[in-house]
């Protein structure tokens, strides 16, 4: 498995120059790539590009000088894709020249020195570029890239996921907008609040919509004007990495809870396409829009694999809907499921559980089924302590905190 580490790095001349070559890379084999189109109607391939364009660019090693073409034509390949479909009506494909780009090194170019300097290769006659790397872990793939107020490293490294025994129990995890997440594990369920995220995301819109009315109120390029947007960045970017830190903290706990549940097998939610089949409205539609699953779920799914786990993902259709015991559809009012079979339990927790039964149903004989229990117990709650930090030192310790209001109800908190 490959994992990615971010460095900050600052400003130099050096890679100034880096990025600026690499710009003008990009907008050579963008604007060749177009007149090629308009004057002969013949789109060039990437091969063809590179060979054309790339081999013998000075300042840039030859691989980094390909990676630039292969950004371009898998921008071109997606706009093909995206094109295809109603919603990206409209849409441009890459076309603009860059003066600035992103410069990337395969491992052919990488090389990790003796010295705890990580060497990164630019070609005969030009510098390389000297890193203080702070592991001993060679990266495969290294990218440095402008975040906005400085350059930052990227690189890939491999590591090796946990060979340990692994637990025989299946876990099935309903990811939602309320609580973040909902897991039945057979005989036990709890539930991942996410107000905290909530709130994140309502501050996120208050302060969008604060300073864009400023913005609309100042001369478009004025010296006002930029001071404003400016802020605007600055401040969104900030909870962005609140957003981020959060979804980090909340994944890596619930990981490391289920693994010492002694669970194997993690079955998830498919929750792809969800925005484009439905509509709630304004409001609604916002906060789905906003709803960071894809990335919540990427989280859960590479840290299981590294405490060993299996992934799986199963398409969510109607579990929180369907009555685990008798099978009736339905859909609940309220956070309660309640069936006329006399089942009832708590929605999320009924989503979870299907999920599971259908992954474990997969297996299952023809006319055999996996029941649960008439009543099924409530979740217990877990609040997470945001501002704690959650390393493998701490995060057992501070990291996850069951109220005592949700032990003594029974209730989920939230």
Same mark, same amino acid.
């Given at each position: 498995m490959y994992l990615t580490r971010k460095l900050k790095l600052g400003r130099?001349?050096?890679?100034?120059?880096?990025?600026?070559?690499?710009?003008?890379?990009?907008?050579t084999v963008a604007k060749w790539h177009w007149r090629f189109v308009d004057r002969q109607g013949y789109w060039l391939f990437k091969g063809q590009a590179q060979k054309m364009y790339c081999k013998g660019f000075d300042g840039l090693h030859s691989q980094s000088a390909q990676a630039v073409a292969d950004s371009f034509y898998d921008s071109l390949k997606a706009w093909r894709k995206k094109r295809k479909r109603r919603s990206y009506e409209g849409l441009r494909p890459p076309y603009k020249q860059k003066r600035y780009f992103k410069v990337q090194w395969k491992s052919s170019a990488i090389r990790l020195r003796d010295d705890g300097v990580l060497r990164l290769s630019n070609g005969r006659g030009t510098d390389p570029v000297l890193i203080d790397w702070p592991s001993e872990k060679e990266p495969k793939r290294v990218e440095i890239g402008w975040d906005g107020d400085q350059y930052e490293l990227r690189c890939q490294y491999k590591v090796e996921e946990d060979e340990g025994p692994k637990g025989e129990r299946t876990a099935g995890i309903d990811v939602g907008e309320i609580h973040l997440a909902a897991v039945y594990t057979g005989d036990e369920s709890w539930t991942v609040n996410g107000k905290e995220l909530?709130?994140?995301?309502?501050?996120?819109?208050?302060? *969008? /919509? !604060? +300073?864009?009315?400023?913005?609309?109120?100042?001369?478009?390029?004025s010296r006002r004007w930029k001071r404003v947007v400016r802020a605007k960045d600055r401040q969104?970017?900030?909870?962005?990495?609140?957003?981020k830190d959060l979804l980090h903290k909340q994944s890596t706990r619930l990981v490391k809870t289920l693994h010492e549940r002694r669970v194997g097998t993690v079955v998830v939610g498919d929750l792809t396409g969800i925005r484009e089949r439905i509509d709630y409205g304004e409001k609604a539609n916002q906060r789905l829009h906003q709803w960071a699953y894809g990335k919540f779920l990427r989280?859960?799914?590479? *840290? /299981? !694999? +590294?405490?060993?786990?299996?992934?799986?993902?199963?398409?969510?259709?109607?579990t929180s809907q369907t009555c685990p015991s008798c099978g009736s559809r339905h859909k609940p009012h309220g956070r309660e499921y309640i069936c006329g079979c006399g089942f009832e339990g708590h929605r999320d927790i009924v989503g979870a559980a299907n999920i599971r039964k259908k992954y474990l149903g997969q297996d299952e004989p023809t006319g055999s089924s996996l029941r649960v229990a008439g009543e099924m117990a409530s979740p217990t709650g877990v609040r997470y302590r945001p501002h704690m930090r959650c390393n493998p030192a701490t995060a057992g310790k501070t990291s996850q905190e069951p109220t005592g209001s949700s032990r003594q109800a029974g209730r989920p908190v939230g």
């Open positions: 130099t001349d050096q890679l100034d120059a880096l990025a600026r070559r690499a710009g003008d890379l990009w907008s909530r709130s994140l995301r309502r501050q996120q819109n208050r302060t *969008k /919509a !604060r +300073l864009d009315s400023k913005i609309d109120q100042k001369e478009y390029g969104t970017r900030k909870i962005r990495n609140q957003i989280m859960i799914e590479y *840290k /299981a !694999r +590294l405490h060993g786990m299996t992934v799986k993902r199963v398409g969510e259709a109607y």
